[in-house]
């Protein structure tokens, strides 16, 4: 997540220095190669997570149940929401890449362009998406501190400190 957020932060720093104040690219060929290929290295620093994805939204439900509700963010539950809308997405769009790459014609290897332009559409079809879990994805780890942080249900309660004894005379 953290390699998603310095490639878009790179994005943003090169949009604004090649886009004229009302965002319009001033090199529309330099702006949509430049897009494509921060479509792409999202798309591959995402692949680590893919698999587990599901995995760490579970994690992070469960612990967000079992937090005092005075440590938990208004804004978890939402992000929760963004994050499992954009992995349906993405594992859509996942499904119909493998399905439109198996359907190419045994010469569209990487590096065609037949090949290059369907992995390309798949990139920027996914980009939106990847994009949600680069946003959001920091609620994981903000939740899962929370959840480090909070006393667990299945510690003993810390037992009352003991009374002062009322006939023992004040110190002078």
């Not at 953290?2 to 529309?28: M, N, R």
């Not at 949509?32 to 798309?43: F, I, K, N, V, W």
């Amino acid at each position: 997540m953290s390699d998603s957020k310095k490639i878009l932060d790179a994005w943003d720093a090169y949009s604004d220095e090649h886009t004229d104040l009302d965002g319009w690219p001033y090199d529309d060929h330099a702006y949509g190669l430049r897009a494509s290929q921060r479509d792409a290295d999202t798309a591959e620093a995402f692949e680590s997570l893919r698999y587990g994805a599901r995995h760490l939204l579970a994690t992070a439900e469960t612990q967000l149940g079992c937090l005092p509700k005075g440590t938990v963010q208004s804004r978890w539950v939402y992000q929760l929401g963004v994050l499992h809308a954009a992995l349906d997405r993405l594992e859509q769009l996942h499904e119909q890449w493998l399905e439109t790459r198996d359907a190419l014609p045994a010469t569209a290897k990487p590096g065609t362009t037949a090949f290059d332009d369907a992995l390309a559409e798949y990139h920027a079809e996914s980009w939106s998406y990847l994009d949600d879990w680069a946003t959001h994805g920091k609620t994981l780890r903000e939740i899962n501190a929370a959840a480090r942080k909070a006393p667990s249900p299945l510690a003993p309660a810390p037992s009352p400190a003991p009374a002062a004894d009322r006939r023992t005379p004040a110190r002078k």
